[in-house]
């Protein structure tokens, strides 16, 4: 046993330290090995070692020296001539492929869409098409893909359980199917956990350890970081506040049971509320366009959808106590005054202290992100096994 620990340690150290550079050049971009030792708190020859076995097994690359005076330093940063990850986003209505190199920056021009099938079959055979596309891009490695998928996924078994919005992935593995078909490693994450991810990685979390994540886009999903670890509950199901009953007489949800808050707050509850008004059904994007247009006047439904929304804020700062609360959906596009209203609204709704320490503001990563940010967390986390990595080791110079 002693041997054993013997043997294993100096490895570990190695890969802990590696993770954490890896982790800063996510995190705060492309870095000198000066840099990196300064801001790891590493002497130069760990720093060295690490940066040579990282550029071995492909994880990192220098970038091309910038044009000027004198010989600056060559940074060093997360790979992208040769190496990318993917990313699929399974939605209601439209899915999207996404492709990224290891820093996340998602390269908008080879995005692919496609309209959601109604079959499960027919999605996976669609996302395989459009993934394979991406993925037979010359002298590029896939190092994996990522999902996105809304509703409850069990993020042990990488199994949708039960999906509202997107029923056909119930008691489904998106992620072990496509792997079987495309030959490349899948990790399937709950939407707005990944959204999480992206806003950290990539966004206006950076660098913070307490925040949250309300989704209010197709439905109502919320993601929560707690001392730079996502609350997952014992299954990945947690943050479920879209299935809380927030009106005892209110309609049917997607989940059976009725007056849920994501029948009221979300832009698929305010689109199927204004189609209930018109007499006939218009989705999201066709009712932003009456409102546009100046043909239709929705003050009632948001003044209404404003007060829910506020509600759902208050029960998560309330709850969470987080240093920022972003929220993500493209309902506030509708009307200028709706999110300063929103914010009004919360605090007098909230315990004054916990709003006091919260700031509000509106997500700026996108579910693509989510996507990409949620594989890369994941190849980066694979260094260390899990249960060391839960220990919280501090690297060692
Ligand atoms: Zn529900």
Same mark, same amino acid.
């Given at each position: 046993m002693e041997n054993t620990r013997s043997l294993i340690q100096p490895v570990l150290l190695s890969r802990i330290n590696e993770q954490q550079i890896l982790r800063m050049l996510l995190e705060q971009g492309p870095l000198s090995r000066a840099e990196i030792a300064r801001v790891a708190g590493l002497g130069p020859p760990t720093v060295s070692r690490a940066i040579e076995a990282l550029l071995q097994s492909g994880y990192v690359e220098e970038e091309a020296p910038q044009a000027g005076f004198g010989r600056p330093a060559k940074k060093l940063r997360l790979a992208v001539r040769s190496a990318q990850v993917l990313g699929l986003v399974l939605d209601a209505e439209r899915c999207r492929v996404v492709c990224a190199g290891l820093d996340g920056k998602v390269r908008a021009d080879r995005t692919q869409t496609f309209t959601t099938p109604d079959s499960y079959e027919a999605l996976l055979d669609q996302a395989e098409m459009a993934l394979r596309t991406l993925l037979d891009t010359p002298n590029m490695t896939t190092w994996g893909i990522g999902v996105s998928m809304p509703g409850l996924v069990d993020s042990n078994l990488q199994m $949708?359980?039960?999906?509202?919005?997107?029923?056909? /992935?119930? $008691?489904? /593995?998106p992620g072990r199917d496509l792997e079987k078909r495309l030959g490349a490693a899948c990790l399937v994450m709950q939407e707005e956990h990944a959204l999480c991810l992206a806003e950290r990685y990539f $966004?206006?979390?950076? $660098?913070?350890e307490n925040f949250a994540m309300l989704d209010v886009s197709t439905g109502v999903g919320l993601g929560v970081m707690s001392s730079g670890r996502l609350l997952t509950g014992q299954n990945g199901l947690a943050g479920e506040i879209g299935h809380i009953t927030v009106d005892l007489r209110g309609r049917r949800c997607g989940c059976g049971?009725?007056?849920?808050l994501e029948t009221v707050a979300c832009d698929t509850a305010l689109a199927a509320i204004v189609s209930q008004r018109l007499g006939r059904k218009v989705d999201f994007d066709a009712m932003a366009a009456l409102v546009a247009r100046g043909e239709l006047k929705l003050e009632e439904e948001l003044g209404t959808l404003c007060s829910y929304l506020a509600v759902a804020l208050a029960a998560v700062i309330n709850l969470f106590n987080p240093a920022s609360l972003f929220v993500h959906g493209r309902l506030f596009a509708l009307d200028p005054n709706l999110f300063p209203r929103l914010l009004e609204e919360t605090g007098r709704r909230t315990l004054a202290p916990s709003f006091q320490a919260c700031r509000i503001v509106q997500a700026r990563g996108s579910k693509r992100q989510g996507a990409v940010a949620a594989i890369i967390d994941h190849l980066i986390d694979s260094l260390v096994p899990m249960e060391i990595s839960h220990l919280n080791y501090k690297a060692v110079a």
């Open positions: $949708g359980l039960l999906s509202p919005n997107l029923p056909i /992935t119930n $008691g489904r /593995t $966004g206006s979390a950076r $660098g913070l049971n009725y007056g849920c």
